[in-house]
């Protein structure tokens, strides 16, 4: 991936991160993107960026200021950690089991998905809420119906 598209897509600095969030206010709701193009609608995105939202429930999206090379190996470790829980439980081996998902664990506090929020502007961490009883219930409300979202 060439540095400047990397660089649009996850900016460097705070002043660029919140530059970019501005620019997204006013737009269409964002899609995660990493998907094949014949693969399902990706989820929806919080216009601050910071959730995913599926089935109604906020998840919290990686770091996005994660160097890529970093992502792409806790993804990885993500992963393969994930298999091995599948793996313990077939085999009924509760140790394993027990270490495959401290590696799940440990992953996804190092990509940013659990543990302290990776944003430092005081705003609560709404991780497996229901959108509905969010600050983003009224945007999200309003998608729904087909409008576009008031801010």
């Known amino acids: 991936m060439s540095p400047r598209t990397n660089a649009s897509r996850r900016p460097a600095t705070a002043a660029q991160r919140a530059e970019s969030a501005s620019q997204r206010a006013g737009s269409t709701p964002q899609r995660a993107s990493r998907r094949p ?9 919080t216009p601050d960026g910071r959730y ?7 998840w919290r999206r990686a770091n996005p200021a994660l160097p890529e090379d970093a992502r792409e190996r806790l ?49 609560p961490d709404e991780n497996r809420r229901l959108v509905a009883s969010t600050a983003y219930a009224r945007w999200y409300d309003e998608l729904r119906k087909g409008e576009a979202p008031v801010r």
């Open 52 to 58: 995913l939202i599926v089935r109604g429930r906020l």
């Open 75 to 123: 993804v990885a470790e993500l992963m393969a950690a994930r298999r091995e829980v599948g793996r313990a439980l077939r085999a009924d081996d509760e140790r394993a089991l027990r270490e495959a998902r401290r590696r799940v664990h440990a992953a996804k506090i190092a990509l940013g998905e659990r543990g302290p929020p990776w944003w430092a502007d005081g705003a």
């Open 37 to 45: 193009a014949d693969a399902a609608p990706a989820p929806l995105v």
